[in-house]
Structure formats: structure tokens, C-alpha cells
T-cell receptor, first 109, second 116 residues
């Protein structure tokens, strides 16, 4: 079956760095997405990786290793507004998105 | 301007009722989707429409029926609502016109359905 695993919850301190991991097993791979979802709101697109390596976008970076079925989202200089759930999703060989349950990130002052 | 909009935002109803949720996108996208997000926060694809044709139909009960009057709208009609239908329903859209390419999906604000 297809499976996306990410930690349920993480806590970090304002101004610090946090890494949210995602491992996946899917039927085929057409890229991995990270979305941010604030409580009670819609998921919003953060990043897309299809090749191995690190993609940097401001305070957020996303890394992919296809051979390991692994990705992480790195958030730097954490701000209180970064408190949200972070969803990992993989596009499989049928171009369908398979979603993880999300990691709830709690930022403390 | 809202890119993907849904109405209503909240929907509270009794078991057995029939209800509809509306979705509109003004992004000019070719594909629209309906997702269900349950209490465990998993997003599960229910349907997608491409140029007014159903291209994904996951194993959802036939009480759920998507209706697309045009490319910019995909409504979700639910018959004989059950307690287990309580969830947040998200509409989304993407540029993809073929179902065979990678395109970012953009989500609406969600409809919180509570069946009593």
C-alpha cells in the first residue's frame, strides 16, 4: 500500500530552527509537496521537490532523497505565525496526491 | 480576490438530510477536486473533474455526487447524510488539463460539516 509518515507533533522555540521529516512508500513518484495548514484554514502550497537535493525558499527549505524515500522541511528563524500543521504529500505514478496526516508545529516564545 | 471559494463555510444538519456544498475557482484552472479531511487530519481525495469529466472517483459512497456546471465550478451533493460524514470538505483546483502532469493544487477555505 501507499504510506506517508510524518511526526504527529513537534515543539520549537521562536527564533530557532526546526526540521520536519517525511518518509514515503508509494507506487511511483512524481514529486513531493509540502503544504502549510493553519488551524481552521485551507492548506497552502510551500514547496515541490522532484530531484534529489535541497530547495531553498526564504526561511523555508525542503530536501528530498528519492533513494531513501525521505524528505524534510527546514524552517529557520521561527516566528509565532509558523505555528501550523505541515503536510507532506507525494504524487504517485497516476498523478494522484497521497497525503500524510500532517505535523502540528507548536512555537513557544 | 478569492482564488478558490466554497460555500457554506459551516454546515450543521440532521442525519438523513440532503445537502450541497458549492465551489468556484477564478484561476482558469482545468481540474477541480473534492477532499475530505477527517478528525485525524488525513486529506482524502474524493473526486476530481477535468474539463467537466470525472477523472478520479475514489471509493466513496454513491450518496456523494459531484456536479460541474462549467469548468469554474464543482459542487458536491450529499444524500442521506450520516454521522460519519462529519468532516471538513475542501475544494481544490489545479492547472492540469490531462491528469498526467504535475501541477500544484490550490485549496478553498473548507466547509465544516457536522451531522447530528
Amino acid at each position: 500500500g501507499q504510506n506517508i509518515d510524518q511526526p504527529t507533533e513537534m515543539t520549537a522555540t521562536e527564533g530557532a530552527i526546526v526540521q520536519i521529516n517525511c518518509t514515503y512508500q508509494t507506487s511511483g513518484f512524481n514529486g513531493l509537496f509540502w503544504y502549510q495548514q493553519h488551524a481552521g484554514e485551507a492548506p497552502t502550497f510551500l514547496s515541490y521537490n522532484v530531484l534529489d537535493g535541497l530547495e531553498e525558499k526564504g526561511r523555508f527549505s525542503s530536501f528530498l532523497s528519492r533513494s531513501k524515500g525521505y524528505s524534510y522541511l527546514l524552517l529557520k528563524e521561527l516566528q509565532m505565525k509558523d505555528s501550523a500543521s505541515y503536510l507532506c504529500a507525494v504524487m504517485d505514478s497516476n498523478y494522484q496526491l497521497i497525503w500524510g496526516a500532517g505535523t502540528k508545529l507548536i512555537i513557544k516564545p | 480576490d478569492t482564488a478558490v471559494s466554497q460555500t457554506p463555510k459551516y454546515l450543521v444538519t440532521q442525519m438523513g438530510n440532503d445537502k450541497s456544498i458549492k465551489c468556484e475557482q477564478n484561476l482558469g484552472h482545468d481540474t477541480m477536486y473534492w477532499y475530505k479531511q477527517d478528525s485525524k487530519k488525513f486529506l482524502k481525495i474524493m473526486f476530481s473533474y477535468n474539463n467537466k469529466e470525472l477523472i478520479i472517483n475514489e471509493t466513496v459512497p454513491n450518496r456523494f455526487s459531484p456536479k460541474s456546471p462549467d469548468k469554474a465550478h464543482l459542487n458536491l451533493h450529499i444524500n442521506s447524510l450520516e454521522l460519519g460524514d462529519s468532516a471538513v470538505y475542501f475544494c481544490a483546483s489545479s492547472q492540469d488539463a490531462t491528469g498526467e502532469s504535475v501541477e500544484t493544487q490550490y485549496f478553498g477555505p473548507g466547509t465544516r460539516l457536522l451531522v447530528l
